[in-house]
T-cell receptor, first 113, second 111 residues
């Protein structure tokens, strides 16, 4: 049981480039989330999904898109990266509601130059 | 929208001493969760509180949920070097679709 995995672990982008971060969970969880973590800002919710084929905006959705085509995968896309998107990105999942325990992946460190 | 604030932002503690970190929400919460993140790691779930006035203990850690369900605290007794990390509280409203995290309290332990 791998839990929640994220790829890649680290990436450097130039301004304007695009990329996709992949999150996968093998716990059959319904809910999945993407957060970004910046120094002193805690964890801020970017987008989340309450089930396969559904997505919703979180606190800081601008500049990001997501897709949940399969229950076990949640993809986060940056269409045109900006230096302000330099951050550590965490994916998380929970069984059926946010009120349940959230299990986090190891994170992706993204540097946008 | 819902806001969750944590104080202090940083806590320097002498090994063996006690300390408390506080969490305050702008709205009434249906539950509150606490997570710990070790340096370089990812957040790991510690505990969930649901009932008004609820108190739960995990060894040297004591968690409390306020009577109005708008605040919470984490008290650590006899701090050890293994307690180093950032402690986050996170709350959800009635809808329960998402958690709002506080900014975290970063704990540094002086041996």
């Amino acid at each position: 049981n791998a839990g929640v995995t994220q790829t890649p672990k680290f990436r450097v982008l130039k301004t304007g480039q695009s990329m996709t971060l992949l999150c996968a969970q093998d716990m059959n969880h319904e809910y999945m989330y993407w957060y970004r973590q910046d120094p002193g800002m805690g964890l801020r919710l970017i987008h989340y999904s309450v089930g396969e084929g559904t997505t919703a905006k979180g606190e800081v959705p601008d500049g990001y898109n997501v897709s949940r085509l399969k229950k076990q995968n949640f993809l986060l896309g940056l269409e045109s990266a900006a230096p302000s998107q330099t951050s550590v990105y965490f994916c998380a999942s929970s069984h059926d509601r946010a009120q349940e325990t959230q299990y986090f992946g190891p994170g992706t460190r993204l540097l946008v130059l | 929208g819902q806001q969750v604030m944590q104080i202090p932002q940083y806590q320097h503690v002498q090994e063996g001493e006690d300390f408390t970190t506080y969490c305050n929400s702008s709205t009434t919460l249906s539950n509150i969760q606490w997570y710990k993140q070790r340096p370089g790691g990812h957040p790991v779930f510690l505990i969930q509180l649901v009932k008004s006035g609820e108190v739960k203990k995990q060894k040297r850690l004591t968690f409390q949920f306020g009577e109005a369900k708008k605040n919470s605290s984490l008290h650590i007794t006899a701090t050890q070097t293994t307690d180093v990390g950032t402690y986050f509280c996170a709350g959800s409203g009635a809808a329960g679709n998402k958690l709002t995290f506080g900014g975290g309290t970063r704990v540094l332990v002086k041996p």
